[in-house]
């Protein structure tokens, strides 16, 4: 065996590491059933043709082994169910093509500018919003980023920017640094916010590099991470959120409701609760957007109330989330319950 003294091996190490838990994800439906020992399901394939499938392993190792409807793996396994939309459900429903300030920047909302880092994600979330966006035309990776931060730059109303995607920690701890520091140099700027389900996908992605990044910026940091079920979080991934809130960072969560997933009282409880033990607050509870594809996970309004309801019965104030819903157009995201 190896043994790494030398502190660049260590970071090669580190970042090794993630990288490879993305290369080695699972991407086709057949591969994950065969390891989780489902039977194979041919009727998956359009839904799996039209959005591939993609699973890392450390996630994967989450999933309960010969469980069709194991809560994880509901959240990226094709089904043929994704074929039937009701003619309501669209492929732009936040119509976001409206918002762009330039390519790779949205700007919604006062004071926050949403920054599409890369189109790439660690997790295939069936229900995504943004299973159709184009990003090839819109990311503001590599050749868009310079014009992008021009623009935050020009912007003396913005106050935040939203790191975002995809997955805005897919890419390269040398190129997040490099966009902290331009972004910590623009002087109406007080705060970056990362939008990332890296954490919970791969662990190992919080790296000592990333940490460090955080922890020398001099603006207000917020990780908002995405997970929609206690099983989820486990202790690498407590682990990876200790030491982003060791770099100060404020964490957050956000939860999509999901049918079949998450619609049930004790289980949005019970993440809330692991949520904290992790040191993570319920930021919100997002109502589905009605994207093709998506219809099968829709959980009616009311119930959505209702089990939110239930969430203030048994929980502080504070470990209740919103329960919110975008509507275009809209100056805030609104707020159903
Ligand atoms: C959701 C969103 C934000 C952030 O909204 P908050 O309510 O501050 O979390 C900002 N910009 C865009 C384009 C968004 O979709
Ligand atoms: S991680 Fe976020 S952007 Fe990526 S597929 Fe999932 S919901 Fe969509």
């Known amino acids: 065996m190896q ?58 190792d989450r999933i309960a082994v010969g469980d069709e409807s194991d809560p994880l793996l509901l959240q990226l396994l094709p089904t043929a169910a994704e074929d039937h939309s009701p003619t309501h459900f669209s492929n732009d429903p936040l119509q976001e093509s409206a918002a762009t300030l330039t390519t790779g920047v949205l700007k919604k909302y006062m004071g926050r500018a949403l920054m599409i880092v890369t189109g790439a994600c660690a997790i295939h979330c069936r229900y995504c919003f943004r299973r159709h966006f184009p990003y090839s035309d819109n990311s503001a990776g590599a050749a868009h980023l310079e014009k992008a931060l021009v623009s935050i730059a020009d912007d003396n109303s913005i106050e935040e920017v939203i790191l975002s995607g995809g997955d805005p920690l897919t890419v390269v701890d040398r190129t997040i640094d490099s966009l902290f520091s331009r972004l910590g140099a623009i002087p109406h ?11 919970i996908m791969i662990p190992s992605r919080v790296t000592d590099q990333l940490v460090q990044t955080l922890a020398r910026c001099p603006l207000e940091k917020v990780v908002v991470i ?98 919110v819903q975008e509507i275009p157009g809209e100056p805030n995201k609104t707020v159903l319950a």
């Open 3 to 60: 043994i790494l003294t030398n502190p660049a091996d260590s970071v090669a190490a580190e970042t090794k590491s993630w990288q490879q838990a993305m290369r080695t994800a699972i991407r086709d439906t057949k591969t994950l059933r065969k390891r989780l020992k489902l039977a194979p399901d041919p009727a998956a394939a359009s839904a799996a043709a039209s959005f591939g499938l993609f699973a890392p392993l450390p996630f994967v």
């Open 189 to 199: 700027l007080r705060r970056i916010r990362i939008h990332t389900r890296l954490p």
């Open 226 to 323: 995405h997970t929609n079920h206690a099983n989820e979080i486990d202790a690498d991934v407590t682990g990876g959120l200790n030491r982003l809130r060791s770099a100060g960072a404020l964490l957050l969560n956000q939860t999509v409701l999901l049918k079949g997933i998450n619609d049930h009282a004790p289980t949005l409880i019970e993440l809330s609760k692991r949520l904290l033990s992790a040191g993570v607050l319920p930021y919100y509870l997002h109502q589905l957007d009605q994207v093709v594809g998506a219809a099968h996970f829709e959980v009616p309004l009311e119930t959505g109330k209702r089990l939110v309801g239930d969430m203030r019965a048994a929980l502080p104030g504070f470990a209740v989330p919103r329960y």
